[in-house]
């Protein structure tokens, strides 16, 4: 298994635990995260401003204060091939809409498959940086996030304009 390490930053939506597995970000977790990995996987403590964190940490307070709508990082992300294209299809989500899992299952060419989107994307490693958020039930309505509603109410709140920046 290649060298893990982690460091933690602060957010709006509380700490965020930033992972790396062989020099690139693999996973962020927040506090009492659904799926979140035991923290003794995580590897050893760095500054946030070290090396892969810094861009990660910069990019996560631009976002936050409302600066950016679209991540651009090295991301090693590891899951079966229907996950990854799960989670592609999240980054092409447009910041601040949402899509439906029925909606996200057909674009990725497996209609009828939202129960399998939904699970792929309760999944996903890297929240708020593969924006997860951005899925909704079939009503609209905000259903099952890892982070929990609060954070993901919090989330689209942001990226529409309806909450105040960090």
Partial sequence: ????THALVDSPVGPLTLVATGGVLSG?????QRHRPPEESFGARRAPDESPFALAAEQLEAY?????????????????????RVWAGLRAIPYGTVMTYGQ???KLGS????RAVGLANGRNPVGII???HRVVGASG?????????????YLLDLELGL???M
């Fill in 64 to 84: 936050f204060a409302g600066g950016l709508t679209a991540f651009d990082l090295p991301l090693d992300l590891r899951g079966t091939p229907f996950q990854q």
């Fill in 28 to 32: 962020l977790y927040m506090t009492a």
């Fill in 111 to 114: 209609p009828g498959a939202s």
């Fill in 104 to 106: 996200l299952a057909d």
């Fill in 130 to 132: 593969v924006p997860c």
């Fill in 141 to 153: 309505g905000l259903t099952g996030y890892g982070g929990g509603l609060e954070r993901k109410r």
């Fill in 163 to 165: 909450t105040s920046h």
């Fill in 1 to 4: 298994m290649s060298l893990r």
